[in-house]
C-alpha cells in the first residue's frame, strides 16, 4: 500500500518542477529585458539631446560655412567681436574690411559671424 501512495506524490512533484522550470525560464526573460528598460530613458535622452540641440547647430554652422565661402567685396559683414564692416580685399584665409571711414582691419573667415542685412544709413 505503501507504493500506491508513493506513485501519485511523485507524478505531481513531476508536474510542478515543469512548471517551475517554465516559470523560471520567463524570469530570466524578463530579467534581461530590465536591462534593456533600465537604457531606455538613457536612450530617449540621447535622441532628444541630438534632435533638439545638436542636429540644428549642425545645420547653423554649416550655413555659416557656405556664406563665409560666398563673400564678395562689398559685403556687410559682423564679426564675433561686434565689429561691423565692409569687406574690402577678399584673401585665402582672412578679409581685409573697412569698418570706418579710415580704419582697415584684416580678420580671419573664421572671426565672421554672419552678414549685415540692415543697408546702410546714411547720417
Known amino acids: 500500500m505503501v507504493r500506491e501512495l508513493a506513485a501519485p506524490v511523485t507524478s505531481a512533484w513531476d508536474t ?16 534581461g529585458l530590465g536591462g534593456l528598460a533600465q537604457l531606455l530613458p538613457l536612450v530617449l535622452i540621447i535622441a532628444v539631446f541630438y534632435v533638439l540641440l545638436i542636429r540644428p547647430q549642425q545645420k ?16 556687410r559683414v ?11 580685399t577678399v584673401r585665402d584665409s582672412s578679409f581685409l574690411i573697412r569698418s570706418a571711414d579710415k580704419s582697415i582691419i584684416e580678420i580671419a573667415r573664421t572671426a565672421i559671424a554672419d552678414i549685415d542685412r540692415e543697408p546702410e544709413k546714411s547720417a
Open 78 to 88: 559682423v564679426t564675433n567681436g561686434g565689429i561691423i564692416g565692409v569687406i574690402t
Open 16 to 31: 510542478a518542477g515543469k512548471s517551475f522550470n517554465k516559470m523560471h525560464t520567463l524570469l530570466i526573460l524578463f530579467q
Open 60 to 75: 547653423r554652422q554649416r550655413q555659416l560655412q557656405e556664406t563665409v565661402a560666398s563673400l564678395k567685396i562689398g559685403d
